[in-house]
Nanobody
């Protein structure tokens, strides 16, 4: 069994910051790719950021320059540092990992950006 648990979501004012974390546990062998996705009400789920082998990173256009993804391999944890948050960033954020060509999802954490 593989479990992903996200944390760090909450309510923040525009211009503020949050740091999300996702730790994988259970039957972990090797994680090839870790990523964050988000889904706002009435919209499709979209890629926020991903980090793969050799710490190569990819960011969605809407968050480039504001968000930073990182990973701690020893802890099987991926982080998402979110700065200069905007109301448009409001969504449920989901952790995703690929391991042995199989994908796994967390249950999501709510991020709300509002005055």
């Amino acid at each position: 069994q593989v479990q992903l648990v996200e944390s760090g979501g909450g309510l923040v004012q525009p211009g503020g910051s949050l740091r999300l974390a996702c730790r994988a546990s259970g039957s972990i062998f090797s994680i090839n790719r870790m990523a964050w996705y988000r889904q706002a009400p009435g919209k499709q789920r979209e890629l926020v950021a991903a980090i793969g082998s050799a710490d190569i990173t990819v960011y969605g256009d809407s968050v480039l320059g504001r968000f930073t993804i990182s990973r701690d391999n020893a802890k099987n944890t991926v982080y998402l540092q979110m700065n200069s948050l905007k109301p448009e960033d409001t969504a449920v954020y989901y952790c995703n990992i690929h391991m042995d060509s199989v994908g796994y999802w967390g249950q999501g954490t709510q991020v709300t950006v509002s005055s």
